[in-house]
């Protein structure tokens, strides 16, 4: 008798699937990924004042040459019907489920934000600690990103339901999940780290008033190693050389003092407060690997 009804509610369950995946439908639509930087080329409103100043030769060129990058997430909305428009693919003409003659409205049922961080090693701690958040209010919208690691990642996941209502009546269409995916990555290149080297000459360590690359000639031989590296093709051996002086130049730059010190000594800060060097060279080796130049010593 047992070993009847076990049977009986095997086959239940067998007869019951097709009809449960006709109702719920789960389907993931994915985004190309974008790139994001962690510092981009800057200019202050055109006054007199923030610029270069040239004594009885007025004024020379504005001195904000870079600014911070940062990751600005906004959502066009945080209510769970008809929530975060702007991500979900279903507020858009056609989106899921289309209907000619009827209305997608779609219930957010989740939203997720991963960061994921790659580990580099060098002499203070860089790069930050993996995050998962969940729920629509703890998603964080505003992400800093001028220390962050090059292979950093961020994927936001909306997951929600939609239903085609025609004439303030539900239609006959099944109830459909779908996970819009957006993913973004921390990027570098010649271009972003010379952006990176301009920022870190124009910010100070706190409020020590000294800038985190400290010294015109170390400033200028920086600039000019990268202006010479985006001018070489990388499988010319001497991209090589160039790339390896110019972490050379870096390395013996670094200036790692304890936090908080005011130490206005030439060179790149290097603290875990401000790990100006140790951004500098983990730039440099994620776009040595990118753009496959051979370093001997790497």
């Known amino acids: 008798m047992k070993k009847t009804i076990l049977l009986t509610l095997i086959a239940l369950i067998v007869l019951s699937v097709p009809a449960m995946s006709a109702r719920v439908v789960n389907k993931e639509i994915p985004h190309e990924p974008f790139c994001v930087y962690q510092a981009y080329c800057g200019q202050t409103c055109i006054e007199a004042g923030n610029q270069v100043f040239k004594g009885l030769n007025g004024f020379g060129s504005d001195v904000i040459e870079a600014v911070p990058g940062v990751l600005a997430i906004n959502p066009g909305g945080t209510q769970p019907v008809n929530g975060w428009p702007n991500f979900v693919t279903a507020s858009q003409p056609g989106g899921p489920p289309a209907a000619s003659d009827g209305t997608t409205f779609w219930t957010v049922t989740n939203v997720s934000m991963r960061k994921t961080v790659p580990t580099y090693v060098c002499t203070v701690g860089i790069g930050g600690a993996p995050v998962l958040q969940q729920g629509s209010a703890n998603i964080r919208l505003w992400w800093p990103l001028m220390y962050e690691l090059p292979g950093t990642k961020w994927t936001l996941t909306i997951s929600y339901k939609t239903l ?24 570098a290149t010649l271009q972003s780290m010379g952006n990176l080297v301009d920022l870190f000459h124009e910010l100070p360590v706190g409020s020590c008033q000294v800038p985190l690359i400290n010294g015109k000639d170390l400033y200028e031989g920086l600039e000019e190693a990268i202006g010479t590296l985006e001018t070489m093709d990388p499988s010319d051996p001497e991209m090589a ?7 050379l130049l870096l390395e013996d730059s670094c200036l790692t003092v304890e936090c908080g010190s005011c130490d206005s000594a030439l060179g ?3 603290t875990t407060e401000n ?6 060279l983990a730039d440099a080796d994620f776009i040595i690997d990118a753009l496959e130049v051979n370093i001997p010593s790497k």
């Open 241 to 247: 050389e160039v790339f390896n002086s110019f972490i």
């Open 275 to 280: 790990p100006a060097c140790c951004k500098l």
């Open 268 to 270: 790149i800060r290097n």
């Open 164 to 187: 085609v209502w025609n004439d303030g009546v539900p239609g006959n269409l099944p109830a459909t999940t779908h996970q819009d995916v957006w993913t973004w990555e921390v990027c």
